[in-house]
């Protein structure tokens, strides 16, 4: 779990008599995570165990685990899966390279990455091409970050926040555009392209958010819950960017404290003292059954009032990843 303290500074709230929850709407589960996962189920379904999988398909405990029983075995590189074998490549995106060593190896792949990954990396390629050099707005080490300079390694620098802005160097100032990784704070890249704009005037913006609208709604959804909850607890994993990015923007938007959690048996009894309104939601790669576990936690200790804040409606649905649709049409019939 994470643990934070607020920035101070923000207005006393009203307390109330009657303890309460506020749900967020819209949370959890995002169209990408959504095909990633039915992605490595439908594989299993039709091709069998194992399936390999290159990193954690999507950033949660639960969600892997469960994978993981029903056959998925998850490895960190490509070297690691045997040769001829199956592998999906996870929502977070891999690097040409990685395409290539799969190739080398004689492995069939299946590209889970998310569309919206995708459209970054196409961006990064056509501005290489024309010369550009990219400063690529994200978080070192990142999976997603490490796949997306894998397409121009030679023209992206990675920018990690405001404080790095300084020590960028590139070839010609008026050629020079920002990118950035999917699930960042919006309000600390704003800060950040701020800076960039300071030192090179003529940076050009991607033709449209990198940040993509799940991570975007979540965060505008959890500051809706800070105004009112004096504790936001986010259900997420730890290395979940858009998970922790939740509980700072909560923290930001005046909650009195902000936690992470991957399961309802990490909250800690202590944080509910005095506290008569939390604050409910979860990341972009938490199934709901996970939020009910925290519902009932607290129903369990008089938080039965759940009221619904919704700041967004989200219909967007993405198609299956291309390698696995001709199988979906024309599933394997039994022989008798
Ligand atoms: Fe795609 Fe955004 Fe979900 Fe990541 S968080 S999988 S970029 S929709």
């Known amino acids: 779990m994470n643990t934070a303290t607020p920035p101070q500074g923000h207005p006393a709230r009203p307390t109330r008599a009657t303890k309460r929850v506020l749900l967020a709407s819209p949370r959890g589960w995002c169209a990408g995570v959504d095909r990633a996962v039915a992605a490595v189920e439908k594989a299993l379904e039709l091709y069998g165990a194992p399936i390999y999988v290159r990193h954690e398909i999507v950033h949660n405990k639960y969600v892997v685990r469960t994978l993981e029983r029903k056959g998925a075995i998850f490895v960190e590189q490509t070297e690691e899966v045997p040769e001829g074998s199956l592998v999906v490549f996870s929502a977070h995106g891999v690097a040409p390279a990685v395409h290539a060593e799969a190739a080398e190896r004689k492995l069939t792949t299946i590209d889970a ?19 550009y050099d990219i400063l690529l707005i994200g978080h070192e080490g990142h ?121 309802a048996d990490e909250i800690d009894e202590a ?51 291309r390698e696995l649709r001709r199988d979906l049409r024309t599933p394997p019939v039994d022989n008798p």
């Open 113 to 131: 990455t998310c569309p919206l990954v995708t459209k970054v990396h196409k961006e990064a390629v056509r501005y290489a091409n024309e010369d």
């Open 143 to 263: 999976e997603e970050v490490i796949g997306t300079s894998g397409e121009a390694p030679d023209r992206i620098t990675l920018v990690d926040g405001p404080a790095d802005v300084a020590k960028v160097e590139v070839r010609d100032e008026s050629k020079v555009v920002w990118l950035s990784q999917t699930t960042l704070s919006v309000d600390e890249t704003m800060e950040t392209v701020d800076a960039l704009k300071n030192r090179f005037p003529n940076l050009l913006s991607p033709p449209s958010d990198d940040i993509c609208y799940a991570t975007q709604n979540r965060q505008i959804a959890v500051k809706k819950l800070a105004e009112e909850a004096q504790l936001v607890i986010v259900v997420g994993s730890r290395n979940s960017s858009n998970s922790q990015r939740m509980v700072e923007a909560a923290l930001g938007a005046g909650a009195d404290a902000a936690h992470l959690v991957d399961f």
């Open 271 to 321: 944080w509910l003292q005095s506290v008569t309104t939390v604050g409910l939601t979860s990341g972009a790669s938490v199934p709901d059954v996970l939020v009910d576990g925290v519902l009932t936690w607290l129903a369990e200790r008089g938080y039965t009032d759940v009221e619904t804040v919704r700041t967004a409606d989200e219909s967007i649905t993405f198609s299956p990843p």
